[in-house]
Nanobody, 111 residues
């Protein structure tokens, strides 16, 4: 089972940008689907973005046009570029592949 480690979270002002990284312990080239999810306090974990092994992507309506998911199979890493961040984007962001989850990285959008 692949181990996932997220990084790149932090505090950013509204309108700012962050790039999250998800480093896998092994090769991700054979992983058909990888994704980013988020969970805000008192809310259920929700899907943010998915990417297939072929590079097809899908996004939650709330982040379309602002977030971009990508993968670098050579580096065994999946990224989430987040632009035009809003306070409602504040949450713990988790990386997922099959049944593996990372520990999460906190994103806080506040002035």
């Amino acid at each position: 089972q692949v181990q996932l480690v997220e990084s790149g979270g932090g505090l950013v002002q509204p309108g700012g940008s962050l790039r999250l990284s998800c480093a896998a312990s092994g090769s991700i080239s054979s992983l058909t689907l990888m994704g980013w999810y988020r969970q805000a306090p008192g809310k259920q974990r929700e899907l943010v973005a998915l990417i297939t092994s072929g590079g097809f992507t899908t996004y939650a309506d709330s982040v379309k046009g602002r977030f971009t998911i990508s993968r670098d199979n050579a580096k065994n890493t999946v990224y989430l570029q987040m632009n035009s961040l809003k306070p409602e984007d504040s949450a713990v962001y988790y990386c997922n592949a099959v049944s593996s989850w990372g520990q999460g990285t906190q994103v806080t959008v506040s002035s």
